[in-house]
């Protein structure tokens, strides 16, 4: 496994896309060319729509081929002969409709529209092309003034949107819940409209549970909307102790601490625990989190090993003995948030008892999804309380905010007093804390939620199997489409966007230039038309640009 895993990543770095060509496609301001879209008419009122009905109420078809004949898709001006079939508006299954009108505030949207005019830049940066550039290169400025960067990096974000490709992809204003259907401000057209969302990492849909609403409002009412102190002063509220208690019983550890976020979390309980004299490994493709805990750590020794290898994580070790390293901290995502593979946990815990290392398991995408009762990657192998020290968010499954820890009483009183990122913050909303607890409730006393998701994730998988994608088979709701080159991964997502889907468009750092990624993540509350929809519209964009033929690479990742 860990062979093909090496070459997947080989494959992933040195991938790179022979379609370069910039591909223009003319977005019509019209309305009608925009499935199901209303405009954002200057003092309009917000309206509600009729919902769920198959007639169209926002004057397009509602068959998905724009009878308008203005279908931005047909009347690009690339010189495509696809005029309707392959468009992506064109899909033949249920397309994102409109809900509601907005436009009272004009303002919404309006970071789109900020024109990047008057801004001095490096002379090395007056020419380029925006969607060429990587974000490396603005780090690069020798300008002696530290808001230099800023200035060079603003032309980057003026090109991106004169192209009309930032307002695509960035900051999309969401009107409504984030949800598998979401109204979305499309500051192009100046329309709200409903999107197809595979871009949330609530994969239980429970930050729209009535139950959990319903401990939030009630506990908001009794305590206020926020607890402004730090834990060890006045912001322990019984309602964090209480999630506190819930988090280390889920997990069968003896405490819990509860940091603002998951990044807080990593970055303060790595810099807690190693000195100088230590070593800390981390998997080559851990979370940014982690790389930042690893960096800023005061490690004396800061090492990487192959990802998904145990045997690599062997050999550093050594390497670092023999270096003279004492005290050693390994760290690994359980779930991998760019490709969604699972880590493999009981040959990583074999050689770090070996080896006398600590490890360490960010199981952020892990919790509530995986193992038949949701306890998350050591569920899913049968061996809890393998890992020393569990790490997990309230942010994914559980749909809200704050990252958490579990462990034995010693680390948990130690990390109270000693990670900075829990010391010198202020502690978690009580309401946060009190709808957190009732979420990790539902996990296991709703695992209908768990079937559903995936049941969703197979019928994506199989969807984008017969639409000629080689998926590998699932391991988590994160589904990565490999695209290659940032260039490409724009005109795909720019199609994307025009025919109502979102999903994450992932360029580097995250993921290494030439293989950005389409991400997608499923959950419990996508319906069999939501999947139909984003299959029916990425198979036609897949075989427009010929992503398909490039699938064996994606067969790889991680696997
Ligand atoms: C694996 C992993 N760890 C940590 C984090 C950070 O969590 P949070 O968003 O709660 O700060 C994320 C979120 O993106 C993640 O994917």
Known sequence: MSGEVRTCVDRLERSSSSEETTMTISVSTATAAIPGAIPIGAGAELEARSNGSDSDTSGSDSSGSD????????????????????????AGSSHPRVERRLGADSRLGVDGRRAASGVSVRPSLERFDATEMTLDQFHASDDDDVFGKCRDFQRWVGSMREQELYQRFYRLTLTGP??????????????????????????????????????????????????????????????????????????????????????????????????????????????????????????????????NDPASLDQVLRRAEKAGCRGKLVVTDGVFSMHGRVAPLPGLVEVCRARGARLMV??????????????????????????????????????????????????????????????FTTTLPAPICAGAKVALDIIRSEPEHRTRLWDNIRLLTDGLRSAGFAVPAPESPIITLLIGRQALLWKVSRELFDAGIKCGNVIYPAVS???????????????????????????????????????????????
């Open 362 to 423: 960010d199981d952020a995408h892990g919790v509530g999804v995986l193992g038949p009762s949701g306890g998350g990657v050591e569920e899913l192998f049968g061996v809890q309380g393998s890992v020393d020290l569990l790490m997990g968010t309230l942010s994914k499954a559980l749909g809200s905010l704050g990252g958490y820890v579990c462990g034995s009483t010693d680390l948990i009183d130690y990390l109270r007093w000693f990670a900075p990122s829990g010391v």
């Open 67 to 90: 009878s308008s004949g203005s279908d931005s898709s047909g009347s690009d001006s690339s010189g495509r002969d696809d005029g309707s079939e392959d468009g992506p508006a064109a």
């Open 178 to 307: 984030l949800d598998s259907r979401m109204m979305v401000i499309d500051d192009i057209h100046r329309v709200e409209r409903e999107f197809v969302c595979f871009d949330s990492n609530s994969y239980l849909g429970l930050h729209l549970h009535p139950r959990v609403l319903d401990a939030v409002e009630s506990v908001t009412r009794k305590v206020g909307y926020g607890t402004p102190s730090a834990q060890l002063l006045s912001g322990t509220n019984r309602y964090l102790r209480e999630l506190e208690l819930a988090l280390a019983e889920f997990h069968g550890r003896q405490d819990a601490i509860v940091f603002p976020t998951g990044f807080a979390a990593n970055v303060g309980t790595i810099r807690a625990l190693v000195r100088n004299r230590d070593v800390v490994v981390r998997d080559h493709f851990a979370h940014a989190s982690i790389h930042e805990g690893c960096k800023t750590s005061g490690a004396g020794f800061v090492k990487v090993f192959s990802h």
């Open 513 to 559: 230039k030439s293989a950005c990624i389409l991400r997608l993540t499923v959950n419990s509350r996508h319906t069999a038309d939501d999947i139909d929809y984003a299959v029916d519209v990425l198979g036609r964009i897949g075989r427009r640009h010929g992503l398909v033929s490039c699938s064996h690479e994606l067969a790889g990742v991680g696997a």
